[in-house]
């Protein structure tokens, strides 16, 4: 089956640690992307990859950091500097055509710090 | 930059009545218009999108919008929605030969019997 695989669904942080969320895609995607949805604002874009080795920051970067060492592989890691790190991470990919084509989406992480 | 805004947080509806989720955008380039659908916990899926072309654009579901350029509108319709259409839905733009893509603060669309 192809799709994008989000993994942990749920996730636990204490407070003042790096935790990494992981997201694979065997849809032979060049372009992934990292979104942080709360209540009532939306999503927002923390950061996307149109190629392998590079990526751009989105809106709200401060406090993340990604890696894109492989096409099928963009994994997000929320640092101690994010200051509200509590949210529901999604993360998608498209075929990366200058932006023309659907994004396809994770079923997403529930970040929780206690 | 780029935004996009919905101005309705919450639609409530009766069951086979008609709906119109509103969606403004701003932006100094040319852009992709799209509407997604999310339900409970789940990720997106994509309901239309419109290119260029023809305005009126017909997605799944029964879902259509039509593209306003002079007001920078892309509202989502349908003529008589079920109970299964109660969701969030979000526009979305993305900018022409890039792959950023922003989302809309989306709308509660709750449906009742």
């Known amino acids: 089956d192809g799709g994008i695989t989000q993994s942990p669904k749920y996730l636990f942080r204490k407070e003042g640690q790096n935790v990494t969320l992981s997201c694979e895609q065997n849809?032979?995607?060049?372009?992934m992307y990292w979104y942080r949805q709360d209540p009532g604002q939306g999503l927002r874009l923390i950061y996307y990859s149109q190629i392998v080795n590079d990526f751009q920051k989105g809106d709200i970067a401060e406090g993340y950091s990604v890696s894109r060492e492989k096409k099928e592989s963009f994994p997000l890691t929320v640092t101690s500097a994010q200051k509200n790190p509590t949210a529901f991470y999604l993360c998608?990919?498209?075929?990366?055509?200058?932006?023309?084509?659907?994004?396809?989406f994770g079923q997403g992480t529930r970040l929780t710090v206690v | 930059a780029q935004s996009v805004t919905q101005l309705d947080s919450q639609v409530p509806v009766f069951e086979e009545a008609p709906v119109e989720l509103r969606c403004n955008y701003s932006?100094?380039?040319?852009?992709?218009l799209f509407w997604y659908v999310q339900y409970p916990n789940q990720g997106l899926q994509l309901l239309l999108k419109?290119?260029?072309?023809?305005?009126l654009v017909k997605g799944i579901n029964g879902f259509e919008a039509e593209f306003n350029k002079s007001q920078t509108s892309f509202h989502l319709r349908k003529p008589s929605v079920h109970i299964s259409d109660t969701a969030e839905y979000f526009c979305?733009?993305?900018?022409?030969?890039?792959?950023?893509?922003?989302f809309g603060t989306g709308t509660r669309l709750q449906v009742f019997p």
């Open positions: 979305a733009v993305s900018v022409l030969n890039t792959d950023k893509l922003i």
């Open positions: 849809l032979n995607h060049d372009a």
């Open positions: 998608a990919s498209s075929d990366g055509t200058g932006g023309s084509t659907e994004a396809f």
């Open positions: 932006s100094s380039v040319s852009v992709y």
């Open positions: 419109y290119l260029s072309g023809s305005t």
